[in-house]
């Protein structure tokens, strides 16, 4: 059954009434919140992540303050915003690479498993789209044997069973960038961010995208995507904006 709206709570100061104006840097922060069914939800309700009053500043630069969410395990979680309002540093703040400046994450027991699929994916390039996708799981302890499989399914998911032996080098961006995303969910983290996951790719690609980070929430992955693809926002359970202008 469809929900019947995105709970809307505004946060900080601002708007985009009438018509468009130059950007002005502040913060607004519009939450959408509702469950998908589709989604899975599989271990709702056990909040993995409690994120209250964050701020980040760089500089005499506020890129967002007073943020205050929660992730639970297989909810899919959408952060959109203009390019430079600060998805990718809240993703990195999530992950432990970046400080915030204000407030503070509270994770259920440890920081636990986070995979993180960056914008731009660092992969081995002269090693196979298999191999770079093998490491995770491998790394992990499991036997080769496993990780090969798990590894090849995730590549056919994607569309790129037939790139599994090609080195990354040879591949296009939009090939690299899905072996990136099958990295960071082949061994089903407890959490995964991902940075743009969608960004350049066609729309079959899009949708096997999709439909593989569906399938990690289904399975209890919370998934925080940092997008401008209108499209995998709205079919994300929550959606966090991140706004430029202030009045
Ligand atoms: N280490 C840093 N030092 C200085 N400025 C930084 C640093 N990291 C990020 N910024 C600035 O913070 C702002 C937000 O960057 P961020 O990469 O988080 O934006 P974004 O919303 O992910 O943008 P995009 O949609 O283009 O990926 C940018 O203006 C960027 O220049
Ligand atoms: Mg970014």
Redesign the pocket.
Known sequence: MRPSGPRQATLGCGGHQGKPRRPRRGVRIIEHRRKTPGWGNRGADQVLLTVEGLGKS??S?S?FMNLTFTVEAGQSLAIV??????????LSIIAGFTDPSSGELRFDGSRGHIEWAP?ASPLLSRRTALDNVMLPTLIRGADPGAARMHASKTLDDLGLGAFAHTPVYRLSGGERQRVGVARAVVSRPRMLLA??PTASLDPYSRTAVIQTLRRCTQEGTAVII?T?DPIVAEQCDTRLD?QLDMP
């Open positions: 760089i500089g630069r890129l915003g203009p390019s430079g309002s600060g998805k990718s540093t809240l914008q940075d743009e940092a401008h991140l």
